[in-house]
C-alpha cells in the first residue's frame, strides 16, 4: 500500500507563486509514475503533470512553461511549483501514482492511488 499526502494549499495572487508538496510513504515499486491533478466543483479531474521513475515529465498544454513537477527521493516527496497563477486554477489538486512507466496523458482511471488532496484558491 502507498500512502499519499497533499500540502501547501493557500489563497493566492492572480500570478502569483505556490509549490505543493505530496509526501508518499510505504510501498514504491522500480517502476512508477507519479501524478498532480486538479478538480473544480462541476468538473472533470484534469491531469497536470507527471514525473516517471526515470526522471521524465510531461504536462498538460495549459501549464508548461509555469508548472514544475519534481521529486525528492530522500525526502519520498513530489512537489508541483506552480506560477504565474490564473484565477481559473483555482481546484483541488490531487497527488496519484501507479506503479508502471508514465504514458503520457494519463488519466485518472489509470492512477491506483490518491491522496485527499489540497484546495489552491487563486483570488485576483
Known amino acids: 500500500q502507498v500512502q499519499l499526502v497533499e500540502s501547501g494549499g493557500d489563497s493566492v495572487q492572480s500570478g502569483g507563486s505556490l509549490r505543493l508538496s505530496c509526501a508518499i510513504a510505504?510501498?514504491?515499486?522500480?517502476?512508477?509514475?507519479l501524478a498532480w491533478f486538479r478538480k473544480a466543483p462541476g468538473k472533470e479531474r484534469e491531469g497536470v503533470a507527471l514525473i516517471g521513475n526515470d526522471g521524465r515529465t510531461s504536462y498538460t498544454d495549459s501549464v508548461k512553461g509555469r508548472f514544475t513537477i519534481s521529486q525528492d527521493n530522500a525526502k519520498n516527496t513530489l512537489y508541483l511549483q506552480m506560477n504565474s497563477m490564473k484565477s481559473d486554477e483555482t481546484d483541488t489538486y490531487y497527488c496519484?501514482?501507479?506503479?508502471?512507466?508514465?504514458?503520457?496523458?494519463?488519466?485518472?482511471?489509470?492512477?491506483?492511488?490518491w491522496g485527499k488532496g489540497t484546495l489552491v484558491t487563486v483570488v485576483s
Open positions: 510505504g510501498y514504491m515499486n522500480e517502476f512508477y509514475c
Open positions: 496519484a501514482a501507479v506503479f508502471r512507466r508514465c504514458e503520457p496523458p494519463e488519466s485518472d482511471y489509470a492512477m491506483s492511488y
